[in-house]
């Protein structure tokens, strides 16, 4: 069971964000900073436009509505062990997010009418979904969170940059430092709260009169909900809630492509009202009789981007030479029309998969070259 405080906000305004660098097209496919239109690029670990939000919440975006064309938005979250909530309890009318805990331990609490009030506390590979019109809050609850989410139709980060600083550090350090190099609390006095209203501008509806419940049971509020104790489906319909413990949820096996994947569905067409589908994708080594080479290019309509987890992922993108290698937490993004192709340099490669529309007939249907 966990504490939750009053809604406090930890996040607030302090300007426009104003530094966001335009991207010149560029030879390398790494890039430090999220471009402002389409093209290939890879943002490594820790990097990509970066805010400050309270004292010690860090969000970057290494997709944003701008790079990925209006598609979605990939944001990450990275904190220590927060007393309350990340944000008070609100909905979105037109934007379905989602949270997916990469590190760490959080908290989700997800409710409407129809299904009742969810919570569940998230390891990593847990996945929450967040559809519109669900009234929704977490907390960031181990001294190293990192949650991922992603949020479509592209553009909510808009709403974050009202809120945040920009945020750099010499270390790439996930986020500030607690203490200082003599074991000093660092001196940060809290930020003044956020007036809860006033943000549906950017898709933001406070919900004041929910009150998050805090009677978990084995990580299930209500206790009887089923978690890392029974299968997790995915809904029928892009309006319900739901939650998808790691390996929990469907699974499915391809070897198609000359490796052997399995593709375990977080969302789908279905369940987010077309806007985007997501999973993770975990792949084998190239078969004994099959070489890179051979592959063939996958030329998608609708972009593409990996957030890499474990192993080493080799990728080629047309246009540009020579193979890139993309390790934990490297993110690859591929726009619409654009050639690439991917294998795996360590057995059990896995990697977060988010696409624009569509399942992942992308890789199902891939057939050797
Ligand atoms: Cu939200």
Request: glycine fraction near 8%.
């Amino acid at each position: 069971m966990i504490e939750v405080r009053k809604f406090t906000i930890v996040i607030h305004v302090l300007s426009t964000f104003a530094s966001t660098t335009l991207a010149a097209p560029s030879s390398s496919l790494w890039l430090r900073e999220t471009p402002q239109s389409p093209q290939p690029y890879i943002i490594p670990k820790l990097a990509g436009t970066s805010l400050l939000a309270g004292p010690n919440v860090v969000y970057r975006f290494p997709v944003t509505g701008n790079s990925s064309g209006g598609a979605f938005t990939l944001l990450t979250t990275d904190s220590p062990a927060l007393p309350g909530s990340g944000v008070f309890p609100h909905t979105h009318r037109i934007h379905h997010e989602n949270f997916y805990c990469s590190k760490g331990r959080c908290a989700l609490w997800a409710a409407t009418n129809a299904t009742g009030d969810n919570a569940r506390i998230m390891t990593a590979g847990d996945y929450g979904a967040v559809p519109q019109n669900t009234t929704h809050t977490f907390q960031l609850i181990d001294p190293d969170t990192m949650l991922t989410g992603v949020i479509a139709p592209g553009g909510f980060e808009k709403l974050f940059f009202f809120m945040g600083q920009p945020y750099e550090s010499s270390t790439d350090s996930p986020f500030p430092p607690l203490t200082n190099a003599d074991g000093s609390v660092v001196d940060k006095d809290p930020p003044p709260p956020h007036p809860v209203d006033g943000l549906e501008g950017f898709d933001v509806y406070a919900s004041p009169s929910y009150t998050p419940r805090t009677d978990f049971e084995n990580g299930t509020a209500p206790a009887t909900a089923p978690w890392h104790n029974a299968p997790n489906t995915l809904p029928s319909d892009a309006k319900t809630p739901y939650f998808i413990a790691k390996n929990w949820g469907p699974k499915f096996l391809n070897r198609a492509a000359g490796f052997y994947q399995i593709v375990t569905p977080l969302a789908t067409s279905k369940t987010s009202g077309g806007l985007f589908s997501e999973g993770t994708l975990t792949i084998s080594p190239l078969f004994p009789d099959v070489a890179a080479s051979s592959l063939p290019m996958l030329n998608l309509t609708q972009p593409l981007a990996f957030m890499m987890e474990e192993g080493a992922m080799m990728v080629e993108v047309e246009g540009y030479e020579g193979v890139e290698m993309l390790v934990e937490r490297d993110v690859l993004f591929v726009p619409k029309h654009t050639g690439f192709k991917y294998w795996a340099a360590r057995p059990f490669t896995k990697a977060l998969y988010v696409r624009w529309r569509g399942w992942f007939g992308w890789v199902v249907n891939r057939r050797r070259g």
